[in-house]
């Protein structure tokens, strides 16, 4: 492969006459965006970018020197103006007389917020000091994959001065923070004409005193390692070249599909994880090569990979020559432990005495032969980003050890980030997760207007949903609405027929591929009938048992398969319809085959109950709003039953209703919240009718 996707240059985005109408903050936030549009130049959320501007005191109204820099947190490419702290360069400076050596730079955080400007309450970063002791104007510090593999290479220094020369200077390796950035200051000093430098195991710093010329340059020496690389590197087989074939496009899905779930459950004993899976050429590359188990052991060098992706990942058990799925997944429940005892074990040689307790022991990576690379984390973006992450991490080992010999970060070292005293109080001050965090919800009629309505209530709570349909369109309009509202991360599609064994095994093998398992089942699939029992066919008959019985039944089994496999509990909702409790006029089949679905839940409920599977029933009636099977012939049938037209028909209902209310999807939509939620975590085996009141369908 090319080395860090240099068959294509990095493009210099710069728009001379669009930039110089902005103001100097803009223009910072205008380089910053187009720095982290591409992934070459720097990961999500790692680095950040610096502006020195003058402003004018809110307090004095004098010229002052203000630095503005991204903030805590936050990605550069996608960072607005409010995404920046804003600092007085004086005081900044003259923390300098305050600082007490290394053992105390920790404290030098605290001094920050003192130095604010403008009450700006975009908290400073701990990279602030390395930007505000650096004497240019401007000051780009990125997370190229191609200089982080001269920077954790075993000659990191000598290769730095080989391909830039004097213009590049090197640092060691040094935890970001106050002291790190007095060692910048004092290699600007020594090095006036530097346009940057290399940190060791880390990443680069370039700055200019003009923002368009900083952009320039950070591109052209990211350029100039990327150039290098190529030449050193092409043609060559990247980690000791291949040992293994992979499995095709298919069976290595498919084998993800199997794999994830069990994983899944085997690490959600402290929260719902989600998984994501990733079997990109860069990936299957690394997985398939000879030295992959080697260089995965020795961890990730830069920090910001570090963090996202623990220790090291763990190498699954699979020979794709000899593809057993069966065999990894007896086996995968002591590769978990073995690798909880590792992590435990790393914990104890490492921590201090005011270490933060031992978080999480489980790995985040998965490492598959011929099949590629699982990730999981509490939320799905984490986990889609700790993969990104982790690809950064492999370019670098490729790189690394192609030139010189790739070496982590020192175990104390990386510890030392992993349980930092500052990064601790940054996960403390992260919201409580939703009440449906990490959770994974399919729903079976998705398209729809209570499927719809019930998907946005869960992704509301924080889950993950795979909206189920056989209407294509409607799906990707639905699909399309909610991703845009809740991130396209948690939001997937598949088309199903409940009736078809095949096309439901499918739907289940996508959602394990997508997000790891699954945790909610919302049965909702449905169709509406109406003819006097002389006229109804035995076609008729069995379409409403084949998708309002047998699709109930299919859907469910295919959960309770993954159920157990996750072996961490469950909830299925059944939507049914007061019709199953009620009987109605020329409705025979639909009413026979609602009530054979409540019936189905009850069995259910038994059968669960013993694994932590909770199965309840929602009983609509008369939902008109956004419902797909109140369009056409069934609305006309019910229409003439009941002898009003259709405009009338809505006010019916609602007029017949005890409580004299319209039932909307919204409605159906909070009680399966409810019933799929903890708050109903001693609730099953039970029915909740939401018909505004029939005394007809009352359950006693």
């Known amino acids: 492969m090319t080395a860090f996707g240099a068959s294509q240059n990095l493009e210099n985005k710069w728009d ?8 100097e903050p803009e223009r910072l936030l205008y380089r910053s965006n187009l720095l982290g549009s591409d992934k070459r130049i720097t990961n999500y959320g790692g680095g950040n970018t610096s502006a020195k501007v003058m402003e004018v005191d809110p307090l004095t109204g004098e010229a002052v020197e203000v630095l503005w820099v991204k903030g805590s947190g936050g990605d550069v490419g996608s960072i607005k103006m409010d995404g920046f702290s804003t600092l007085y360069m004086d005081k900044l400076n003259a923390l300098r007389g305050l600082y007490r050596g290394v053992a105390f730079e920790d404290e030098m955080v605290g001094y920050l917020p003192h130095c604010t400007f403008n009450l700006n309450p975009r908290a400073a970063s701990i990279d602030t000091p390395l930007h505000a002791y650096v004497p240019a104007k401007h000051v780009d510090h990125m997370h190229p994959d191609a200089i982080i593999a001269i920077a954790a290479a075993k000659d990191s220094k000598a290769l730095t001065q080989e391909i830039f020369g004097d213009s590049i200077g090197w640092l060691p390796w040094k935890r970001p923070g106050y002291e790190l950035g007095l060692w ?26 003009d923002a368009q010329e900083c952009y320039a340059l950070t591109l052209e020496v990211i350029q100039t390692a990327m150039d290098w690389f190529s030449g050193k590197t092409d043609g060559r087989p990247a980690f000791g070249g291949a040992v293994h074939q992979s499995l095709d496009a298919k069976e290595r899905r498919a084998t993800a599909a199997r794999l994830m779930p069990a994983i899944r459950g085997m690490v959600s004993g402290r929260q719902h994880m989600v998984g994501h899976f990733t079997d990109s050429d860069t990936v299957l590359e690394f997985v398939n090569a000879k030295d992959m188990a080697r260089l995965a052991a020795l961890g990730t ?20 020559a000899k593809p057993d799925v069966e065999a990894t997944l007896a086996g995968l429940a002591d590769a978990v432990a073995l690798y909880r005892e590792g992590y435990t ?3 104890d040689r490492c921590k201090r005495d005011d270490s933060p307790a031992i978080r999480d022991p489980n790995a985040v990576v998965y490492l598959i032969p011929g099949v590629g690379m699982m990730t999981f984390a509490r939320d799905k973006a984490t986990a889609r980003i700790s993969g990104e992450f982790y690809v950064n991490a492999i370019n670098v080992m490729r790189g690394a050890d ?6 982590g970060l020192p175990e104390q070292e990386a510890f030392d980030i992993e349980y930092w005293l500052l990064e601790e109080a940054k996960l403390q001050r992260m919201p409580a997760p939703k009440s449906m965090a990490g959770r994974v919800a399919i729903v079976t009629g998705g398209a729809g207007g209570i499927g719809a309505a019930t998907a946005e209530r869960y992704l509301r709570e924080g889950a993950c949903v795979m909206l189920a349909d056989i209407d294509d369109a409607a799906l990707s309009e639905t699909a399309e609405t909610l991703a845009a509202r809740y991130s396209a991360d948690v939001v997937r599609t598949v088309n199903m027929n409940v009736t078809s064994e095949d096309a439901v095994g499918s739907a289940y093998s996508d959602v394990a591929a997508e997000f790891g398992g699954v945790d909610i089942l919302v049965s909702n699939a449905g169709i509406a009938s109406s003819a006097p029992i002389e006229d109804t066919t035995l076609d008729l008959w069995n379409k409403n048992m084949a998708i309002l019985s047998t699709g109930y039944f299919l859907v469910s089994r295919e959960a309770f398969k993954l159920f157990k496999l996750q072996n961490m509990g469950g909830a299925v909702v059944f939507v049914a319809s007061k019709n199953g409790l009620a009987a109605s006029p020329n409705a025979a089949a639909y009413c026979t085959a609602k009530a054979s679905e409540i019936h189905l839940a009850r069995c259910l409920a038994l059968e669960g109950a013993p694994m932590g599977v909770r199965v309840n029933v929602v009983n609509p009636d008369a939902v008109l709003k956004g419902s797909k099977i109140w369009q056409g012939e069934w609305l006309d ?4 039953t009941y002898g009003t037209d259709k405009d009338g028909l809505e006010a019916m209902y609602r007029d017949r209703s005890m409580l004299k209310l319209s039932v909307l999807p919204e409605d159906i939509a909070e009680a399966a919240y409810f019933l799929a939620s903890d708050r109903s975590a001693k609730s099953t085996g039970n029915i909740i009718n939401v018909d505004a009141g029939n005394v007809q369908a009352f359950t006693r």
Request: contains cysteine.
């Open 637 to 640: 049938q019910r229409a003439g």
């Open 16 to 23: 001379a006459a669009h930039a110089e109408k902005m103001s």
């Open 402 to 407: 192609a030139v010189s010999e790739y070496r």
């Open 345 to 347: 074990a790393y914990y």
């Open 301 to 320: 060098s830069c920090p910001d990979h570090f963090l996202r992706t623990k220790i090291c990942p763990l190498v699954v058990d699979f020979d794709p």
């Open 184 to 209: 910048l200051s004092e290699f600007c000093a020594e090095n006036p004409d530097a346009k940057g430098v290399v940190l060791e195991s880390h990443g680069l710093f370039t700055w200019a005193d």
